[in-house]
């Protein structure tokens, strides 16, 4: 593995970034700076911490410190698709999307988290 592009938890939370900043387009203005801008912090935060991890790969202890740093984000998000679900600016189908794919990467983490030496640490 040659880079952290490689990697499909990267790959999975990227996506999910990228979707989130496209469905939040569609929520309201008074929400700009509140709900929309957590919500887009916490999933490209679930990104680059996985990236930040990656660069850390040589110090085991630190590798996994900031993939669970990854983790913590990442639930942050899906608590924050649940206030926009109860808000109503997220459609049930979009939701279980959303959902759906933040727990795919949740099990992608905890899976690099149980076997750091799979992904480069020494």
């Known amino acids: 593995m040659s880079d952290f592009n490689d990697l499909l938890v990267y790959k999975k939370s990227f996506e999910l970034a990228m ?13 700009m700076y509140s709900l929309t801008d957590q919500i887009r912090r916490s999933s490209r935060s679930t ?8 660069r850390k790969r040589r110090y085991p202890a630190h590798f996994v410190s900031k993939l669970s740093d990854s983790d913590m984000e990442n639930s942050e ?12 600016y997220l459609s049930e189908e979009n939701y279980l999307k959303l ?13 690099v988290m149980t076997n750091p030496d ?3 640490a020494k």
């Open 118 to 120: 799979k992904y480069g």
């Open 19 to 31: 979707l989130v900043f496209e469905i939040t387009k569609t929520f309201p203005r008074e929400e």
């Open 47 to 54: 990104n680059i911490c996985i990236v930040e991890a990656y």
């Open 99 to 111: 959902v759906n794919l933040s727990d795919e990467v949740g099990k992608l983490l905890n899976h």
């Open 77 to 88: 998000t899906k608590g924050w698709l649940k206030f926009a679900l109860d808000c109503r």
